[in-house]
């Protein structure tokens, strides 16, 4: 079939060639995007006096009845087109004629598609917020209800000091907070237009590019026209974003899994999200915490194989740029799936806490707090230290915890110690005590809880999608 640029070109390019270069499989998907660009494109000529009136509105309307019949499932995205812009174009050209080959007028397939992407990226971007924001709704949730759930906290793996579930799956909270200030970060640095920058010096035809980022939900035109066509750095920084997500749910997933087992007993996970053995009977396996996990090193690929790409390309545009799109597809698919599951799961997720406490006694979490009860007794914490660490191998040989040993046998260690030890080394006396911003203690963590409640009370997206209502009202 006939190309947009055939015409420079005296035979048909090789089939296999053709197939190689086509991108139809995939830049379909941004289909939506391609179309309300269209729709943005054209009205900026007809303000600009370059179409007339009727002209616009044969196209909009034109553009708007494709796009439904597209949504609606009466019209496919053929694949005997070279690509999504060729495919709305054939289609505008059917229906209208000679009127569907003005779309085209002042612009490029370059700045076209680099339009397209970035308003795709865009809206992923705006719907992996939305699902990192539903996270960290069920991560409070879980919180409020757990300031007094004591369970071992842990360094190297090892059981170190008491800390509670709050405490703990607050941690979490910070990480994909910090995931939800680098979505509006990027959102910030990549909203801006490229439509208008041409093929790479922009055109001879008196476009109002400052409209047109406004019918598009940009904050204005980007300022360089070479760059506007071959910028991917805002697709870098947002795959690199996603893999940070990966990353933190994959390490939240790894303690599921652990805390999961036989041996921790933490957590019951729902069946909902869990799988049996084929051949074992007894097994409830975290299937779900599993394959979240796994699946972080294809998100890492996608990042790794955009930065490979964009390496070694000159200015302006090259058709290696091609290869931005369907690593980058996968990897927000995959992310936007997993933050689902991640966040069904663990809201279905059972806490077992009484193990879990059970596990901070028996790990001698508080041997530290026991140290520091001799220390408020006078002893000097070296010689403290050597006292406490008899304590635990008296206790390792009985299988007891620190609070189970009988006064006399602590006194025969140290004559130091006193019946208020024991409330001292309790597990609420060790998490309360620590009582600065940050720490495990009730107060400090009812501060907390405080500051998160009003973080996610409000939303820096308030009002950035107004633009969706209006760029496909009629003309």
């Not at 303000?47 to 196209?59: A, M, S």
């Not at 947002?238 to 041996?263: C, D, G, K």
Request: proline share 3%; hydrophobic share 40%.
């Amino acid at each position: 079939m006939a190309q947009l640029w055939g015409g420079r070109f005296t035979k048909e390019t090789d089939q296999l060639v053709y197939n190689f270069n086509a991108s139809i499989s995939f830049d379909k998907k941004f289909y939506k995007q391609d179309m309300e660009g269209s729709i943005a494109h054209v009205k900026m000529l007809g303000k600009q006096g370059i179409l007339t009136g009727q002209e616009v509105e044969g196209l909009v309307g034109a553009l708007k009845g494709i796009l439904h019949e597209v949504e609606e499932g009466t019209l496919s995205i053929s694949h005997e087109y070279e690509d999504i812009h060729s495919f709305v174009e054939a289609e505008l050209i059917r229906r209208l004629g000679d009127t569907g080959k003005k779309l085209h007028t002042g612009r490029s397939r370059n700045d076209q598609v680099a339009l397209d992407m970035r308003m795709f990226t865009r809206q992923e971007l705006l719907e992996t917020d939305g699902l990192l924001k539903e996270l960290l709704h069920v991560l409070l949730a879980i919180m409020e209800q757990n300031l007094d759930t004591y369970m071992p906290g842990f360094t190297h793996l090892q059981k170190a000091q008491p800390v509670t579930l709050a405490h703990h799956l607050g941690a979490y909270f910070e990480m994909f907070k910090r995931d939800r200030q680098r979505m509006e970060s990027i959102y910030h640095r990549m909203n801006y237009c490229p439509l208008g920058s041409g093929a790479l010096a922009g055109t001879t035809y008196p476009l109002d590019r400052q409209y047109t980022a406004e019918l598009t939900g940009f904050y204005g035109p980007t300022l360089n026209s070479m760059d506007g066509v071959s910028d991917r750095d805002y697709l870098i920084e947002f795959l690199s974003a996603l893999s940070t997500v990966m990353m933190h749910l994959s390490r939240f997933s790894e303690e599921i899994i652990i805390w999961n087992s036989n041996e921790y007993q933490f957590v019951e996970i729902d069946d909902a999200y869990s799988t049996g053995s084929s051949i074992m009977p007894q097994k409830k396996n975290p299937d779900i915490a599993e394959l979240v996990r796994g699946k972080t090193g294809r998100v890492y690929g996608a990042m790794v194989s955009l930065l490979t790409t964009m390496k070694g390309i000159p200015l302006a545009y090259n058709k290696d740029m091609q290869e931005d799109k369907e690593f980058a597809f996968d990897a927000m698919d995959t992310v936007k799936g997993c933050l689902a599951l991640f966040t069904g799961m663990l809201s279905t997720m059972k806490f077992q806490k009484g193990n879990m406490e059970s596990s901070a006694k028996n790990g001698f979490t508080n041997a530290t707090d026991a140290a520091d009860y001799l220390v408020n007794h006078g002893v000097p914490f070296r010689d403290a230290h050597g006292i406490v660490g008899q304590m635990v191998l008296c206790c390792i040989e009985k299988g007891i915890a620190i609070d189970e040993l009988p006064l006399e046998e602590l006194k025969d260690i140290s004559p130091v110690f006193q019946e208020d030890f024991y409330d001292a080394v309790s597990m609420e006396t060790c998490v309360r005590k620590r009582l600065t911003i940050g720490a495990p203690g009730q107060e400090a963590m009812k501060q907390v809880l405080a500051l998160e409640k009003e973080y996610l009370g409000s939303d820096w997206k308030a009002g950035l999608k107004e633009w969706e209502v209006g760029l496909l009202r009629d003309v």
